[in-house]
């Protein structure tokens, strides 16, 4: 969630979610040293044109980082296979030469303002052509609203809270985030209301609707409804909204819709014969879709209850498929019995940014900071207005297929949650450790205790320092990382080198981090070389090398993004021998989200309950990490 692509694995949104190395923060703590734009829209944007562009790092200092990365994953004669065809490719006068010069003058550009971005979108995103759930979307599981346990309450205060934050963005009045007192890229806020992914081949597009637009879309068994949010130029009151959800329950009534939402959820492919094949059965469809897709967002009223974590973020993860509507950006999902959680689509936006404006609802409504208006409602509100699709034989077979491959993929996918309440942030810093550093360390060391190896792991780490930036892959193996697992595991080694193993471990993730974040990681400009590539070139060895292939066969595929008020969140693996997890670090406690295939096999090897034995292990990880760093913490208090 990135949630990532390479030419050899799905998308990770992974999240793009961003590590905490860039937390970012909405006020900026000393002035920004990025100029004010005095002709920008609004406060928002006051700082956009002024980013700075995404670098082109140095070919050499690239492929020297992507040799150190790869070294824990090979053998010494892949390695060494490796290292020529990286000699041959920065050779004086070769084709990376050739390559790093094409890519310069790209990113040197006037008309280009992010290099990636074009590339990024269409190979990442809207060119691929698996579902958008499980593989693409992601989730954020909310703490339960101990003031609202019906759903229309808790939709309607959900909804009063989002359109707060909207106005904020139609009026550019949201304040810039900032990392250490340098602004962050805004302009993926734009992609956040009134608009949805359409598709298309061989590429999906996002069509942007006006902002002017007053309109949700609320889903109840399977059913689509409209909602005007303004009536007589005044916004519906959250009493108004609870008034209009309450009537969408009662005339859903018991009796489920045919699903429409469910053609969203299949191969890009398909779903593009399956929108023109609805659109062509009666004019009227198209424009019920434009109704839909230029909502400013959608609501999911479930008849479900789901109780555990686990139950509650598959249902948020992915529901039954049919009460959904996956192509757009934002959709809220609200349970009978109060329960809630959003669900994002992750094409345009990364999941920081998403993350803000589900703080923004979850913190605003837990303060009673929202201006929920008048307790009154107006006797002349309009009646929700049903959708009602035309369908024929043949849409009724597509969405028969749809359901039928949903439910498929689906039944192969396992989820699970580890609530870890030992201890969390507060102890970590105790220990002089990285929050972010230490869950990676954490993950690692499960890994290995499971499969007695290391292997690639990805770690989203945010760009958005830079102009239309998005994310860069964060490499957690090191040789250090690889030591420190090999260590733990060996009753022989003594504790205090044990910890030295595990402070270096730290340290170099710590470092690539702080490399990634500021455009010096390894994967993106590989990425722009490959892509700089003519059509009648041939690849150079760099990329038919079996390990440009491996080390980014993301094996583990991770992100965190810390909140109180979320309860868990969460994305698909990347690949199906490998797994997803999604971490937080709390005050007092850590918790991770794990995702992978029902019939996980790792190298020939099978794992019937692979997803649960590695919540096993991780929690077995986090508590030898606990005994290790108090024996750090034992030491020093006696001194």
């Known amino acids: 969630m990135s949630f990532l692509r390479t030419a050899n694995t799905k998308v990770s949104p992974r999240f793009s979610m961003a590590a905490s190395a860039m937390r970012r923060r909405t006020l900026a703590s000393i002035a920004p040293k990025t100029p004010v734009d005095p002709k920008a829209a609004g406060p928002m944007l006051r700082y956009q044109k002024n980013l700075p562009k ?53 990113a040197n550009d ?27 979307s992601y989730f954020f599981l909310y703490k339960d609203d101990k003031l609202r346990k019906l759903p229309a309450q808790r939709a309607a205060a959900l909804t009063t809270a989002a359109l707060e934050f909207k106005h904020q963005i139609a009026q550019k009045t949201l304040e810039p985030e900032y990392v250490k007192g340098e602004p962050l890229c805004m302009d993926s806020f734009k992609y956040m209301f009134n608009n949805c992914r359409i598709p298309k081949k ?9 902002l002017s637009l007053n309109h949700i879309v609320v889903l109840r068994k399977n059913k689509f409804y409209v909602v005007d949010t303004v009536h007589n130029g005044q916004q519906l009151s959250t009493a108004e909204l609870e008034l209009q959800f309450q009537k969408i329950i009662d005339q859903a009534g018991s009796s489920k819709g045919v699903p429409i939402g469910v053609l969203t959820s299949d191969n890009r492919d398909k779903w593009t014969e399956y929108r023109e094949n609805l ?46 509507f996956f192509d757009k950006p934002l959709q809220f999902i609200v349970f009978e019995n109060g329960k809630a959680g959003f669900m994002g689509e992750h094409s345009c936006m990364d999941g920081m940014v998403t993350c803000r404006l589900n703080e923004y609802i979850c913190d605003g409504l837990a303060k009673n900071k929202i201006a929920h208006g008048s307790s009154e409602i107006r006797s002349n509100l309009p009646q929700p207005q049903e959708l009602q699709f035309n369908v024929n034989d043949q849409t009724l077979k597509d969405i028969a297929s749809a359901e039928s ?30 929050p972010d550093g230490y869950a990676q360390m954490v993950i690692q060391l499960a890994y290995y205790k499971m499969f007695g190896t290391s292997r690639p792991t990805y770690e ?69 070389l490959k ?34 008020h979320f309860d868990g969140y969460g994305w698909g693996q990347v690949v199906n021998d490998g797994f997803g997890v999604a971490y937080m670090v709390k005050k007092h406690g850590l918790q991770f989200n794990v995702a992978s295939v029902k019939d996980l ?7 019937v309950n692979g997803t649960f034995q590695f919540k096993q292990c991780l929690e077995d990880a986090a508590n030898d990490l606990k005994e290790l760093m108090d024996t750090e913490l034992a030491a020093e208090a006696k001194l």
């Open 54 to 106: 995404l670098p082109v790092p140095a070919l050499s200092a690239t492929l020297q980082k992507y040799l150190q990365s790869v070294r824990p994953l090979l053998n010494d004669a892949e390695f060494k296979k490796t290292e020529e065809a990286v000699k041959n490719f920065e050779a004086p006068g070769g084709l990376g030469q050739e390559l790093q010069k094409r890519l310069l003058a790209r």
């Open 110 to 136: 006037p008309k280009v303002i992010n290099w990636m971005e074009d590339w990024w979108l269409d190979q990442a995103y809207m060119g691929y052509r698996d579902p958008v759930v499980v593989y693409v």
């Open 202 to 210: 061989p590429s999906d597009y996002e069509e942007i609707f006006d």
């Open 279 to 324: 659109i062509k059965s009666s004019p009227e469809n198209r424009q019920l879709l434009e109704k839909i897709e230029s909502s400013d967002f959608v609501v999911c009223l479930d008849d479900s209850k789901p109780i555990t974590r686990d139950e509650s973020s598959r249902a948020c993860w992915h529901g039954d498929g049919r009460n959904r």
């Open 405 to 434: 491959n949903f439910d498929r993929l689906i039944g192969k996918h396992e989820l699970t949650v580890l609530n870890y309440q030992a201890y969390g942030k507060d102890l970590i810093k105790k220990y002089k450790c990285s």
């Open 460 to 528: 989203s780490a945010q760009t958005r320092k830079y102009q239309r930036g998005r994310t860069e892959t964060a490499r957690t193996v090191t040789v250090d990382s690889v030591a420190f697992v090999k260590a733990m595991e060996d009753p022989h080694v003594p504790t205090t080198e044990k910890i030295a193993a595990f402070r270096k471990a730290m340290k170099a993730q710590g470092a690539y981090m702080t490399g990634a974040v500021n455009g010096h990681g390894v994967d993106r400009h590989l990425f722009g």
């Open 531 to 564: 892509n700089s590539l003519k059509e009648n070139e041939e690849k150079p060895d760099i990329f038919t090398d079996p390990a440009y292939a491996y080390s980014s066969h993301w094996y583990l595929s991770t992100s965190q993004l810390s909140s109180e």
């Open 601 to 607: 096999e790792v190298h020939g090897t099978k794992y």
